[in-house]
């Protein structure tokens, strides 16, 4: 946990030492928080908590951030995890819906569906074809157990009854290369990462996982213009407060993060990123909290994903 005067600019020192020394990609969820930061009721001088979810998935800093004082310092910026843990995890110290306020949905980024650029197929239809002529041969690269990528991967394979393998790897990072270099031909990864692969012709984008096409990718189709429904998944940047927050301290800070990110230069360094601005209301992302929750529950019970002791 560590604690950062927004009025001094220590969550842009924050956001310029994560950018150097950027070793993993869930790191880029401190740069939303630093750039919220500089339009947060800041002029107050008041003392902002921020809190990355780091090791166990997350659970450590979501526990922490649940049994803080809720006075609205404490603030907890969440990825996926959150909506994951409660099925992935046999005994998940948080109650995603009792323990947290949500503020807003600041904003998210699709999973993609990826080949090699010298695999055979051109499409996603082709792919499942490829996939249903010869079961058992292909296996596709994952970033993790849990991940959203790893969960759109089982939900693709779900969807049309498919032997596929599944080749998890520690990160996206290794994912993407395995995916390149053409030992495990197929992913499902995050977009952010995926990205620059794409744009170089290394690896050849067949759908983003989201409901409109990223401004990252503006080629790619989404899976649903692919001929594939119902396959959304996304990372998720979500900024929630200990539960017993007062209402109008959660309305304040929704408010005045949903300013921020209508700001152009914000938008701008969201879509660099890959990442699409939301800023939506309280009372819908909790709504969206418990669809996927649902959602990717039943994806981990239906693929007989092994919880996590």
Not at 157 to 162: A, G, N, V
Not at 229 to 245: C, D, K, N, V, W
Request: glycine fraction near 8%; charged fraction near 20%; charge should be positive.
């Amino acid at each position: 946990m560590q604690c950062y005067d927004i009025k001094k600019g220590g969550l842009y020192a924050l956001h310029d030492k994560t950018v150097r020394n950027r070793r993993r990609v869930d790191r880029a969820r401190i740069w939303h928080f630093a750039e919220l930061g500089s339009g947060l009721p800041g002029s107050s001088c008041q003392d902002y908590c921020a809190v990355r979810p780091g090791r166990a998935d997350g659970n450590i800093g979501m526990t922490q951030v649940a049994k803080s004082a809720p006075d609205g310092y404490t603030i907890l910026v969440a990825s996926s995890s959150y909506v994951v843990n409660p099925s992935l995890y046999a005994k998940n110290p948080y109650d995603p819906f009792k323990d947290f306020a949500p503020v807003t949905l600041a904003a998210a980024s699709p999973n993609i569906l990826v080949v090699n650029s010298d695999f055979p197929v051109k499409s996603v239809k082709e792919l499942v074809d490829l996939i249903k002529k010869e079961p058992g041969k292909y296996n596709y690269a994952m970033p993790g157990t849990g991940t959203t990528p790893h969960l759109a991967g089982e939900l693709f394979k779900l969807s049309f009854k498919l032997d596929l393998t599944t080749v998890p790897f520690n990160g996206a990072g290794p994912a993407i290369q395995s995916a390149v270099a053409g030992h495990t031909p197929i992913a499902f990864t995050a977009l952010p990462p995926t990205a620059p692969q794409v744009q170089g012709g290394k690896l050849r984008g067949l759908a983003v996982t989201s409901t409109k096409r990223s401004s990252a990718l503006p080629d790619v189709p989404t899976m649903a213009e692919a001929g594939v429904t119902g396959q959304e998944s996304e990372t998720m940047q979500g900024i929630l407060l200990p539960a017993g927050t007062p209402k109008e301290i959660i309305a304040l800070l929704n408010r005045e993060i949903v300013k921020v990110m209508a700001l152009p230069d914000v938008k701008q360094k969201c879509a660099q990123l890959g990442f699409d601005p939301v800023a939506d209301k309280p009372d819908e992302f909790a709504a969206y909290i418990k669809k996927e929750v649902d959602k990717w529950g039943k994806v981990i019970k239906d693929a007989k994903i092994p919880q996590i002791q």
